[in-house]
C-alpha cells in the first residue's frame, strides 16, 4: 500500500542516531541510513515542519536475561551525528528507556506544536523505533516509517518490524516517497 498524503502538521523523530549507536555493526549501511535521515530533517526544516532528535542515555532498571552492557562508554557516545547538523529550534529528548515518549516532554512538545503524524526514522528499528512507533499510535498519532532511514543490529529483527509490526501502527514509506509528499504538500 502506498502512503497516503502527510498531515499539514507532522513532525520528523530521528531515533538515537548518536555516536555510541553508531559505531555498532547493523543490518544495513548506516552510511545510507544517516544520509537519508539528514535529508528528511532537511528537508522538514525547509518546510517549517518540528524535527525531533532522539537519544538515548540509560536503560529502563527492569531485569532482563539480556542486560545492557556495563562497560564504560566514551564521553560522547550520547552526543548527535554531526550530519544531522542539529538546529536551534530543532527538539532535543534525551530518554532513558526504548521509546522516546516515555518519562520525556515529547508528547507534550508535540500536542503543543499541534503535530498529528510523526515519521520515524533511526536506529534500532526493533528497539528505539518500534516503541517510539507503538507509543505514537496508542497516543493516536498518525505514524509513517521512513524504512530505508532506519536499521537494526539485526536484519530478521528489522525486517519483523518493517513486514510485521508497522503495517499494523502505520504506514511505511521510502525517504523518496516522503520527501515527495511534503513537496506536493508544502510547495
Known amino acids: 500500500m502506498a502512503i497516503t498524503p502527510l498531515d499539514?502538521?507532522?513532525?520528523?523523530?530521528?531515533i538515537d542516531l548518536q555516536?555510541?549507536?553508531?559505531s555498532y555493526p547493523t543490518a544495513h549501511p548506516i552510511d545510507e541510513?544517516?544520509?537519508?535521515?539528514?535529508?528528511l530533517a532537511a528537508a522538514f526544516r525547509r518546510h517549517g515542519l518540528p524535527v525531533v532528535l532522539v537519544t538515548v542515555a540509560g536503560?529502563?532498571?527492569?531485569?532482563t536475561e539480556r542486560p545492557i552492557s556495563s562497560t564504560e562508554r566514551p564521553a560522547d557516545w550520547v552526543h548527535l551525528i554531526p550530519e544531522l547538523t542539529p538546529q536551534p529550534e530543532d527538539l532535543l529528548v534525551t530518554k532513558n528507556t526504548w521509546g522516546a515518549f516515555t518519562d520525556t516532554n515529547l508528547y507534550a512538545h508535540l500536542k503543543e506544536r499541534g503535530v498529528t503524524q510523526v515519521v520515524l526514522a533511526g536506529v534500532a528499528t526493533s528497539f528505539g523505533v518500534e516503541s517510539t512507533a507503538r507509543h505514537a499510535h496508542e497516543l493516536g498519532f498518525h505514524v509513517a516509517l521512513a524504512v530505508d532511514a532506519m536499521t537494526d543490529l539485526d536484519l530478521d529483527s528489522h525486517n519483523h518490524s518493517v513486514t510485521r509490526i508497522f503495517p499494523r501502527l502505520g504506514q511505511n514509506a521510502t525517504t523518496h516517497e516522503i520527501l515527495e509528499l511534503l513537496h506536493k504538500r508544502f510547495e
Open 33 to 39: 541510513v544517516v544520509a537519508h535521515a539528514s535529508a
Open 19 to 22: 555516536k555510541g549507536i553508531v
Open 59 to 63: 536503560g529502563a532498571p527492569g531485569r
Open 8 to 14: 499539514r502538521n507532522t513532525a520528523l523523530v530521528i
